[in-house]
C-alpha cells in the first residue's frame, strides 16, 4: 500500500485515466506541453520560414524583372563583347589558330564513352591546333581497355587523341584535371574546353566560343548550355528538365548579363587556361570543383559570359538512386564552399561590393541554401505542424500567394511542361528533404560532407533489343530493400497521419494538399519513380 500511494504521487491527475492508453498517454503529453513548448517553437519556425520565403520571392522576382529587360533592350552578346569569326592567315597558315585542349574525364562510363569521344573527336577546328585528351579514372579494367580502343581507333584516323590515366583517384574529377593540365603538350595550349563523358557538343562549338575569348582577354570563360536526349524517358526526368531549364534560362543568362558572373557547370565550357593558373588551378576541397574555381576566378577580376543559344546534349540521371546522389553532391557542395570562401569573398579587394554581395546573397545564401532549406521546412513540417497546434497561424499571403509566383516564376524555363507544375511541386517538395539536409552536412562539414559518386549514365542501355549477358540474380529480399527509402516512407507517414487528423478534426482543410504530398514521398519512397533497371 505504501508503494502504491508513493507511486501515484509522480503521476499526474489528469494522467491517471489514461495509464493502460498509450495512445491517450500521448495525448495528454502532447497536450501539457503545447503551450510552454509546440506552439513558441512553432511559431518561430514560421517567422522564419515567412522570412526565408520573402527572400526567395524577392530573388525570383528580382531575377523576373532582369531577364524580361535583358530579352527586350539587353544588347546581344556579339555586341557587349568584342567577336570576330578567326580566320586563316596566308603567312601563318592554321598557326592563326588558337591551341585548343579537349579534355573528357570518365569513371566507369561504359554505356556513353563513344558518345562523348566521337562528338569531341568531331569538332570542326584545325587538325593540328586541337589535343583530345581522355582523362580516364576508370577502376573496371574491362571498361578501360574499351575506352583505350576507342582512342586509338580515332588515333588510326589522323584525329590527335591521347588517352591518360593516373594510379589513384585523388581529388575525384578535379584531381583527374588536374593531372592533364600538367602534362607537357598542354603548355602549348591557350584554352581548354571540358565535356563530361555524356556530353556531346556540337561540331561547330569551337567556332562559337573561341573568338569570345581570343578577342577579349578579360573573359576567362564560356559557357554553352545544357540540353537533354533523354527529357521524354519518364516523368522524373521530365520534372529535372524544369529545374535545370530555369537555371539555364534565367540564373546563367541573368548573372551574365548584370555581374559577368555565374556558377561554371562543370561541363560544356572553354576556359582561359592561364585564368585556371592565375585562380590557383583546380582544388578537390569540396565536391563542387567545377563553383571553386569559378568563384575563385571571379574574384581575380576575370569575366564570364554565357552562350543561352549554343546548346550541348547530354544525359539527365533517369533512376532515383543515381539522382539522389547527384543531388547530394549538388547541394552539399555548394554550403561547404560557401562555409570555406565566405570571409575570403569579404576580404577581396578586386571585385565590387555589390558583386560582393551578390555571390555572397543571391548566388550562395538565397539560392544554395535558403531554397533548399525552406521548401522542405516549411512544407513539410511547418505547415503540417500547425495542423497539430491549431493556434499557430500561417497568413494567407505566405501560405499560398507567395509560393504560387515563385512557382510560376520558377515554370517559366519550361512552356511544354507547365501541365506538369502539379506533379513538378510534389517531387521538388521530397526532393528537398535530401538537399536540404545535404546543405546541412556541407555547412557543418560532416558525415557525407566529402562524399562523390559518379552520376550513373544509361545510354541506349534501356532500349537494347539484345540481351546482355547473364549475372547473378540478387535475393528477392535485396531487390525489395534496394527500392524501399525509408526516410521518404517515414516523412509520408507523418504527413499522411496528419492529413487525416485535418479531415476529421481540422478547419483549415490542408488534409486536400497533405494527401497529395505523402502520395508523393510514398511512390518514390517504394522506388516507383524513373528508369527501373534490372539488376542495376
Not at 512553432?42 to 524580361?68: D, K, P, T
Not at 594510379?167 to 583527374?176: C, E, T, V
Not at 584554352?191 to 561547330?204: C, H, K, L, S, T
Request: charged share 20%; net charge positive; with cysteine.
Amino acid at each position: 500500500m505504501e508503494i502504491e500511494s508513493t507511486s501515484s504521487r509522480f503521476i499526474p491527475e489528469g494522467f491517471e485515466g489514461t495509464a493502460n492508453d498509450i495512445a491517450a498517454q500521448f495525448g495528454f503529453i502532447f497536450q501539457m506541453l503545447k503551450a510552454p513548448l509546440f506552439i513558441p517553437i512553432l511559431n518561430i519556425m514560421v517567422f522564419l520560414c515567412l522570412a526565408m520565403s520573402l527572400m526567395l520571392f524577392i530573388e525570383r522576382l528580382y531575377m523576373g524583372v532582369v531577364i524580361v529587360l535583358v530579352k527586350i533592350f539587353g544588347k546581344k552578346i556579339d555586341k557587349r563583347y568584342k567577336y570576330q569569326p578567326i580566320r586563316d592567315d596566308i603567312e601563318l597558315g592554321s598557326s592563326a589558330y588558337p591551341m585548343v585542349l579537349i579534355q573528357i574525364p570518365m569513371f566507369n562510363e561504359k554505356e556513353v564513352y563513344q558518345l562523348s569521344i566521337g562528338a569531341a573527336c568531331g569538332l570542326s577546328w584545325p587538325a593540328d591546333r586541337i589535343i583530345i585528351q581522355v582523362l580516364d579514372d576508370s577502376t573496371d579494367p574491362a571498361i578501360k581497355d574499351l575506352v583505350e580502343l576507342e582512342c586509338k581507333r580515332w588515333q588510326s584516323k589522323g584525329i590527335n587523341i591521347i588517352y591518360e590515366i593516373r594510379d589513384n583517384r585523388l581529388g575525384y574529377k578535379s584531381g583527374a584535371l588536374k593531372e592533364g593540365m600538367k602534362r607537357s603538350y598542354v603548355k602549348h595550349c591557350d584554352y581548354v574546353a571540358i565535356f563530361d563523358a555524356d556530353f556531346q557538343p556540337e561540331p561547330d562549338y569551337l567556332w562559337r566560343t573561341i573568338p569570345f575569348l581570343h578577342h577579349n582577354p578579360e573573359i576567362a570563360l564560356v559557357q554553352a548550355r545544357w540540353t537533354f536526349v533523354n527529357a521524354d524517358e519518364c516523368l522524373m526526368t521530365r520534372m529535372q528538365e524544369m529545374s535545370l531549364d530555369y537555371h539555364f534560362t534565367v540564373e546563367q543568362e541573368v548573372g551574365s548579363s548584370t555581374y559577368a558572373f555565374f556558377g561554371f557547370n562543370g561541363t560544356a565550357g572553354v576556359w582561359r587556361i592561364s585564368a585556371i593558373e592565375e585562380a590557383g588551378g583546380w582544388n578537390g576541397r569540396t565536391t563542387v570543383e567545377d563553383m571553386d574555381l569559378a568563384v575563385r576566378a571571379g574574384l581575380k577580376g576575370f569575366k564570364f559570359l554565357y552562350i543561352g543559344d549554343l546548346h550541348v546534349k547530354s544525359e539527365l540521371p533517369s533512376t532515383f538512386k543515381a539522382y539522389r546522389f547527384q543531388q547530394h553532391r549538388w547541394s552539399c557542395g555548394p554550403a561547404n564552399l560557401f562555409r570555406k570562401m565566405v570571409m575570403e569573398i569579404v576580404r577581396n579587394k578586386k571585385v565590387t561590393l555589390w558583386k560582393k554581395f551578390y555571390v555572397i546573397y543571391s548566388f550562395f545564401f538565397v539560392r544554395k541554401i535558403i531554397a533548399h532549406i525552406v521548401t522542405f521546412v516549411f512544407y513539410c513540417i511547418v505547415i503540417p505542424g500547425t495542423v497539430l497546434v491549431p493556434e499557430v497561424h500561417i497568413p494567407m499571403w505566405g501560405l499560398v500567394y507567395i509560393p504560387s509566383i515563385i512557382t510560376i516564376l520558377n515554370a517559366v524555363g519550361t512552356p511544354r511542361s507547365v501541365h506538369l507544375l502539379v506533379f513538378w511541386i510534389l517531387f521538388e517538395n521530397v526532393m528537398s528533404l535530401h538537399r536540404s539536409k545535404a546543405c546541412f552536412i556541407g555547412l557543418f562539414e560532416t558525415g557525407r560532407v566529402n562524399e562523390w559518386v559518379v552520376t550513373d549514365k544509361l545510354g541506349d542501355v534501356t532500349k537494347a533489343t539484345k540481351p546482355g549477358p547473364k549475372t547473378t540474380k540478387k535475393p528477392r529480399f535485396s531487390k525489395i530493400r534496394e527500392r524501399l527509402h525509408l526516410t521518404e516512407l517515414g516523412v509520408g507517414a507523418f504527413l499522411f497521419f496528419v492529413a487525416c487528423y485535418d479531415y476529421s478534426y481540422g478547419k483549415n482543410n490542408y488534409w486536400v494538399y497533405l494527401y497529395f504530398q505523402a502520395v508523393a514521398f510514398f511512390v518514390m519512397g517504394f522506388g516507383y519513380v524513373g528508369t527501373f533497371v534490372p539488376n542495376y
